[in-house]
Nanobody, 123 residues
Framework: VQLQASGGGLVQAGGSLRLSCAAS????????MYWFRQPPGKEREFVAA???????TYADPVKGRFTISRDNAKNTVYLQMNSLKPEDTAVYYC??????????????????WGQGTLVTVSS
């Protein structure tokens, strides 16, 4: 089972990026999917989550700017990031956990993790 995150890169403040997280090895339709990020020198933090049915929740710093979505047929979850700010610079990780929303700061809480993709926002 693998989660493959992609779509990171360098963007100017105010720009947009779309991250993807593709799951392989099994069907993730019954899993809630999560995005976390780890800014340089800081701890990993929750960004957004989406259930199998499409219900979503966001961390306050990204509300109104980021949108999480999923395509269960493609086993892929997306994170559309608009109005990016330099403080959004981080390595972004996707994670999966079976069931509904259950957010924890402990990495072991989640069933699977992707490898991370770097997003750099220049001022």
């Amino acid at each position: 089972v693998q989660l493959q995150a992609s779509g990171g890169g360098l963007v100017q403040a105010g720009g947009s990026l779309r991250l993807s997280c593709a799951a392989s090895g099994r069907t993730f339709s019954s899993y809630a999917m999560y995005w976390f990020r780890q800014p340089p020198g800081k701890e990993r933090e929750f960004v957004a989550a989406i259930t199998w049915s499409g219900s979503s929740t966001y961390a306050d710093p990204v509300k109104g700017r980021f949108t999480i979505s999923r395509d269960n047929a493609k086993n892929t979850v997306y994170l559309q990031m608009n109005s990016l700010k330099p403080e959004d610079t981080a390595v972004y990780y996707c994670a999966a956990r079976q069931g509904g929303f259950s957010i924890s700061s402990s990495p072991d809480w989640y069933d699977y993790w992707g490898q991370g993709t770097l997003v750099t926002v220049s001022s």
